[in-house]
C-alpha cells in the first residue's frame, strides 16, 4: 500500500479544507494531527499532516514541514502538495516561501507553483492578483489582520519578498489555453530561471485545466483549491465511496470558541430555533469558576434528547472588551482551554457527534480529546466535511467530529450538520 499524495498542511482546519477536496474528486483520505510516530494504519490513496506552521518562527515552520516530508516519503507518497491559507497568510518573512524553498530543496526539484485560488470559497487569482470576494486581498480586512497582514494583493511580489528563487507568472490567457499551454509556459519560465510560479485560476474549470500540467511535478503549493485537479492524474474519479464513514449514533453536541462573523450566525440560529445553548462568559473562568463543572451539568440532562450548544462565541464589542482586561493571547489561550475541555467531559458522557466551531478551538479541542489520525467523510458545508476518529476521551471507541473554521458555513449549520449522513 502506498500513498499517492502526501499533503502538509500550515494549519489544521486549512488541513481539513484541503481533505474535503480530495474526497469529493474521488480519494480516500486520513488526516493526522501533527507528524505520526508510527507508520500509517488505514488504507488510504492521500494523507493530509496538520501542522501548526503558519505563525511560527520560519525555521521552526521548516523544521517541521520537512519533518512531515520524510515521513510522507517513507509512506512511499508521490507527489507532494504544500497546502496553505487561500489568503495567502504570511509575513515578509514567511512561512510560505521558505517551507517551499526547504521542500524544493528536499525534493531536489527546481520549479513548483504557487496559487492560493479557491474559487468555490471566492478567493480568485488574475494577473497574479488575489481577490477575496469582490474586492483585492488588501481591501478585504485582511491587511488588518493581527498576525499576518496582507497590505499587497499581488502575490509574485509578496512570494519574491519571502524567497531566494526568481517568482513568475502563469497567467489567465495560458491556463484558458489548457493544460499543454500550461506545460509549454512552464517550460519557457525554467528556462528564464523562474522558480515558483503564481498561477492565475479564477473558476473551477481553469483548477481543472491546471491539474494533468501538474502531474509530473513532485512538489505542489497550493490553497485547497488546486486539489480538484490532482486525483484524475492518479486514475481516481468522484465515488461516494470515498466518502464513507461507520454509521454515525450517540449523543449530539456543538462546542464553539470561534467569535467570527458567521459564527455569531450560526449561535443566534441555534438559539432562536428554540434548542439548548450555553454561554461562557471568559471573566467567570479568569475568577475561577469552575465554568467546565457548571457547563456539564447543564449539559447532562439535555443532551439526552438532541443537540446542545456551549460556546463563548461573542461579538467584536465584547471580545474587545475581554481580550482588555485579560490580554488578547491569555484570554484566548483561557477560553480555548475551557471550551476543549467542555468537549472532552461531553465524549466521555458520551456525545459521539461533534461539531468544533474555530481553528485554534478545532486544535485545542482535538488535542484534548486525544485524536491522532481522521478519516474524512461527507462534506456538511464547503470545508467542512464530517470526520471519523477513535478518542481516548470516548475510552477507544469511534467519535464523529467536524472541525469548522471561523466564517465557514451557513447560518443554519449547527442543526444541519447533524443531518448530513
Ligand atoms: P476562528 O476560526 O473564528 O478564527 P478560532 O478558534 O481560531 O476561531 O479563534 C478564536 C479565538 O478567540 C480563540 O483563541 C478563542 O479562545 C478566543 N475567544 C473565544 N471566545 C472569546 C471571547 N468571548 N472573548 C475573548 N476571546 C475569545
Not at 480519494?27 to 508510527?38: K, L, Y
Not at 500540467?213 to 486539489?227: D, E, F, K
Amino acid at each position: 500500500m502506498t500513498v499517492l499524495l502526501g499533503c502538509i498542511a500550515d494549519d489544521f482546519t486549512g488541513a481539513t479544507d484541503l481533505a474535503n477536496n480530495l474526497v469529493r474528486a474521488g480519494m480516500r483520505v486520513v488526516q493526522t494531527i501533527g507528524v505520526p510516530a508510527g507508520p500509517l494504519a488505514a488504507e488510504v490513496d492521500a494523507v493530509v499532516v496538520a501542522l501548526k506552521s503558519r505563525t511560527i518562527a520560519p525555521a521552526d515552520a521548516v523544521a517541521q514541514s520537512l519533518a512531515a516530508l520524510r515521513w510522507l516519503q517513507a509512506e512511499g507518497a508521490r507527489q507532494i502538495y504544500f497546502k496553505y491559507c487561500s489568503t495567502f497568510d504570511s509575513t515578509p518573512e514567511g512561512n510560505i516561501g521558505p517551507v517551499t524553498e526547504a521542500l524544493m530543496d528536499a525534493l531536489a526539484t527546481d520549479f513548483t507553483i504557487a496559487t492560493p485560488a479557491f474559487p468555490d470559497n471566492k478567493r480568485t487569482v488574475f494577473k497574479g492578483y488575489l481577490f477575496a470576494g469582490e474586492v483585492l486581498l488588501n481591501e478585504s480586512g485582511m491587511q488588518n489582520h493581527p498576525l499576518t497582514p496582507m497590505t499587497d494583493a499581488n502575490l509574485v511580489r509578496v512570494l519574491q519578498t519571502q524567497t531566494r528563487r526568481k517568482v513568475g507568472l502563469i497567467d489567465h490567457a495560458v491556463v484558458a489555453r489548457g493544460a499543454q499551454a500550461i506545460e509549454e509556459r512552464i517550460a519557457q519560465l525554467k528556462a528564464e530561471g523562474i522558480g515558483i510560479a503564481i498561477v492565475d485560476a479564477v473558476s473551477n474549470d481553469d483548477l481543472l485545466r491546471l491539474g494533468p500540467a501538474l502531474a509530473q511535478m513532485p512538489l505542489v503549493t497550493a490553497g485547497s483549491g488546486v486539489a480538484i485537479g490532482l486525483p484524475s492524474n492518479f486514475g481516481i474519479a468522484p465515488s461516494s465511496a470515498a466518502s464513507a464513514l461507520p454509521a454515525a449514533s450517540g449523543l449530539q453536541a456543538v462546542v464553539s470558541g470561534s467569535c467570527s462573523l458567521a459564527t455569531n450566525r450560526q449561535a443566534q440560529h441555534f438559539i432562536a430555533s428554540g434548542r439548548p445553548a450555553l454561554a461562557i462568559d471568559p471573566l467567570r473562568i479568569a475568577a475561577g469558576v469552575d465554568v467546565v463543572a457548571e457547563a456539564l451539568a447543564w449539559a447532562a440532562p439535555l443532551v439526552e434528547s438532541g443537540p446542545v450548544l456551549v460556546y463563548s462565541t461573542a461579538e467584536s464589542g465584547a471580545v474587545k472588551s475581554v481580550q482588555g482586561r485579560l490580554g488578547a493571547p491569555e484570554a484566548g489561550a483561557m477560553v480555548e482551554r475551557t471550551i476543549a475541555a467542555i468537549a472532552r467531559g461531553l465524549v466521555a458522557h458520551g456525545v459521539r457527534q461533534l461539531v468544533v466551531a474555530g481553528g485554534e478551538t478545532s486544535g485545542a479541542c482535538v488535542q484534548a480529546l486525544g485524536i491522532a489520525q481522521m478519516q474524512i467523510g461527507p462534506q456538511i458545508d464547503p470545508g467542512v466535511p464530517w470526520c471519523h476518529a477513535s478518542a481516548a476521551a470516548a475510552g477507544g471507541e469511534g467519535l464523529h467530529i467536524a472541525l469548522k473554521s471561523g466564517n465557514f458555513g451557513t447560518d443554519d449549520f449547527f442543526a444541519k450538520a447533524f443531518t448530513v449522513p
